[in-house]
C-alpha cells in the first residue's frame, strides 16, 4: 500500500522527539507534537493513528457533519493548499487524498472530476485572524471572490479554492 503524508511526522522517518520524551514512550499520541532535527513541529499522527483519532473525536452527537467531499481536478495541489494555510493533517492512500480539519472535528477527502456548484451549501472554517487568511489565501493564488464586510456584522470572506469550490473564511467578531 502506498501513502503519502504531508504535513505529518511518516512513522519510517526519525526524528527527536520533545523534550523528557523517549523515541520509544507509548503516551504520545493525540495532540502531541513531535520536532524533527531542523527544528520544525509537526503533528504527531501516523495513518494508524488518522484512524483512531476518529474513534475519538471530541463531538460526537447525532446531526454533527463528520466528513466532507470536496470537488478538486488535482486533489493533491487541493490537500498541499489546505495543509499549507489552514494547517489540515493531509494523507495520500489508495489514490485518494484524505483530510482532517486543525481541530480534527471533521475529516474528509477531495473527489477528483466532481463539478463545483455555485454557493447553495457554502462552508466556513474559522480562522483566528480574517486579514491575514485572507492575504495567505490570495498569495496562494485564489481568487477572493467576496471580499471582508460583504457580510452585515459578520467577518467573513469568500474565495475558490484550488478545486475550485467556493469556501467561506469566519472570524468571531471582537465585542
Do not use: N
Not at 511526522?9 to 504520545?28: Q, R
Not at 457554502?122 to 486579514?131: I, P, R, S, T
Not at 487568511?133 to 477572493?144: D, I, K, N, S, T
Not at 467576496?146 to 465585542?175: H, I, K, N, W
Amino acid at each position: 500500500m502506498h501513502e503519502q503524508v504531508l504535513g505529518i511526522l511518516p512513522e519510517e522517518e526519525e526524528a527527536e522527539p520533545p523534550l523528557g520524551v523517549e523515541p520509544s514512550d507509548s503516551s504520545l499520541g493525540h495532540g502531541e507534537l513531535l520536532a524533527d532535527k531542523t527544528g520544525g513541529c509537526y503533528p504527531l499522527v501516523s495513518p494508524a493513528t488518522m484512524d483512531r483519532r476518529r474513534c475519538t473525536m471530541t463531538t460526537l452527537r447525532h446531526g454533527k457533519i463528520c466528513h466532507v467531499e470536496l470537488p478538486a481536478d488535482d486533489p493533491q495541489t487541493s490537500a498541499e493548499f489546505y495543509a499549507r494555510v489552514f494547517g489540515w493533517a493531509v494523507r495520500s492512500a489508495h489514490g485518494t487524498w484524505f483530510f482532517e480539519d486543525s481541530v480534527e472535528e471533521v475529516s474528509g477527502h477531495w473527489v477528483p472530476h466532481r463539478e463545483t456548484t455555485p454557493p447553495g451549501v457554502l462552508v466556513y472554517l474559522w480562522v483566528d485572524d480574517l486579514a491575514v487568511a485572507v492575504e495567505r489565501v490570495v498569495a496562494e493564488g485564489c481568487e477572493l471572490v467576496q471580499p471582508v464586510g460583504q457580510d452585515a456584522g459578520e467577518l467573513t470572506a469568500r474565495f475558490r479554492d484550488p478545486g475550485g469550490s467556493v469556501m467561506g473564511l469566519y472570524q468571531e467578531p471582537v465585542a
